[in-house]
C-alpha cells in the first residue's frame, strides 16, 4: 500500500485528529488508521471473499505491529452510489419505504437524504439513503462529489463492547 496521510480532520468535538491513509497503487483499496479506530475500504467491491480476505490481511499486520490486546467498538460500514443510467431507474429499483418522499417529488428533488437510527442485532445500525444533487457527497473523505444527480445507500453496523484480541498465526 502506498501512503496517502497524514491528513488532519476535525471531529465531533473540533479537535483536530491524525488520520494516516494507505492506499494501493491504482487507489482502488485504502487502509485509514487513527487513535480511535482502523478501517479498510474498496472502490472495486469484486465479493465478500476477496474484501474479507483484505480484511485480514490488514488486520494481521496492524497486530503485528501494534501488539493489541482488546478493542472496544466492531463495525462495518457499506456505501453505494447508484448513477446514471442506473439513476434514471432508481424508482424500478427501490421499494416505495426506501423512495420515501422522492417519489411523490420525482425530479423536483434536488436533493433529499433521509437518516435514522435503530437498534439492530449484534448493536446499532445507522442508515443514510436519498437522492444527492450533481456536485454533492454525504462525506467528501470517503466519496468525491459527481457531475450527475445520484442515490446514495450508507449502512453503518456498529457493536461497542470490550473484545480480547487473540494472536493467532497465519
Known sequence: MLPVGPMLVPDAGHER????????????????????FLAI????????????????????LFQTIFQLKTATRLGMR?????????FDRIGDLLIPEVLGT????????????????????PGALVARWGKLAKGFTVDPTIMQPI???SWIIDLDLSETKRYRLIQKRL
Open 17 to 36: 485528529v491524525v488520520h494516516w491513509r494507505f492506499s494501493d497503487a491504482q487507489r482502488q483499496w485504502r487502509t485509514t488508521l487513527n487513535r480511535d
Open 41 to 60: 475500504e474498496t472502490t472495486s467491491y469484486e465479493s465478500r471473499t476477496d474484501f474479507l480476505a483484505n480484511l485480514r490481511e490488514v488486520l494481521r
Open 78 to 86: 457499506y456505501i453505494d452510489q447508484i448513477k446514471p443510467p442506473s
Open 102 to 121: 422522492a417519489k411523490l417529488f420525482g425530479k423536483e428533488a434536488q436533493h433529499l437524504i433521509t437518516q435514522m437510527s435503530v437498534n439492530a442485532l
Open 147 to 149: 457531475e450527475d444527480d
